[in-house]
């Protein structure tokens, strides 16, 4: 169906305005705290690594394969647990995952070898996965295309969140508890930080309905409205593919695998890896590293926003993606060069943070204008999948590269160059199918 027929924001009716202004606020400020606590536990490593190295005798490549491991739990389990949410519902999977994952993340206090190191960061993986492209494909069942990217930024800001509230919370908690009750700073780390993946997996069976129909916070005309809305959205993508089989033998989902992959190989060696950028930088004080880290999050933060609502407003996916990912390539690459200048690290990164994780939320918009149900939980879960094996290799590359060569630099410029060849994959993506 041609773009013009979707609907505009002067077309609109005031009722589905409000409808939707009404579910966005249900939804999107619990859901983007549930991806706050999760994004925190993944990446708080990054800042345990500035103590618990010495202690535990790793190296830096060690460290790197640790960090990594995550990332295969993650992908072994990740299209299997997305299958399961879409069989049991949103609000049993999600507060599963949740409170696994948090329990996980505060035992990581107890590791005393590499080997227990491992076997953690593994299963902490494997308790997460499902819970990113299980929110994406759930959120296709509240909202329509047409609205999706703002939607999803709005979501996905808690990414970025984690950092601005993460980085200096966990500088604060290593430089505040460090021993306190015999106990070093990065051990209180991951037992303060894991206790509200817990408390938000409770409250989830009380705050997330499985679908429009359990939401008791919607009346029957709002919930025949809503309806309607999707229904219409469904006819537009008439096209759509619904199997299992449509989604996982989809050449379009393994590209969209191989463009995040490409972001996640940048976003990780930032969220992992920019605590001891700043320390290279010649910060030591384990508070400042933390508000430091903090400034490109809050950069990031503001290009989901702008991205994802331009993105919307325009009708428009590819460029919105392919102009951000050869910016922030450019950032990423420069940032090589000024590895002892703090004022030039924090600008470059902040740079390549706003466009690389602004266009994420554009990104995941894709699979769902040409996947449905079935099709798309497991589309998102594969995508997902493929793209996180991105952890393994950019913790792993960031870390063999530090011992070997003594700078992160070659992994940099790998990860831009992957982000340059991934435009090439964004342009062979239909604009026709995409730009709704």
Known sequence: MPIANAPTATTVADPIQALYRKITWKLIPFLCFCYLAAYLDRINIGFAKLQMLDQLHLSETAFGLGAGLFFVGYILFEVPSNLVLEKVGAKIWIARIMITWGLLSACTMLVTSSTQFYILRFLLGAAEAGFLPGVLFYLTTWFPTYRRGRIIALFMIGLPLSSVIGGPLSGWIMGNFD?????????????????????????????????????????????????????????????????????FFNLKVWMLGGIDFSILLSAYAMGFWMPTFIRNAGVVDTFHIGMLTALPSIAALLGMLLIGASSDRHRERRWHIIVPFLIGSAAMACSTLFTHNLIATVALFAIASAAIIGAVPVFFSLPATFLKGRAAATGFALACSLANIAGLVSNSLMGIAIDVTGSSAGAMWFFAGCLILSSLLVVALPAKLVNR
């Open 179 to 247: 021993h306190a009750a015999n106990l070093r700073g990065w051990q209180w780390l991951f037992l303060i930080e894991g206790v509200p993946s817990v408390l938000l997996g409770i409250l989830t069976f009380w705050a997330l309905p499985n679908n429009p129909t359990e939401a008791k916070w919607l009346d029957d005309s709002e919930k025949r409205l809503l309806e309607g809305e999707l229904r219409l959205d469904e006819a537009d993508g008439k096209d759509s593919k619904h199997s299992f089989r449509d989604g």
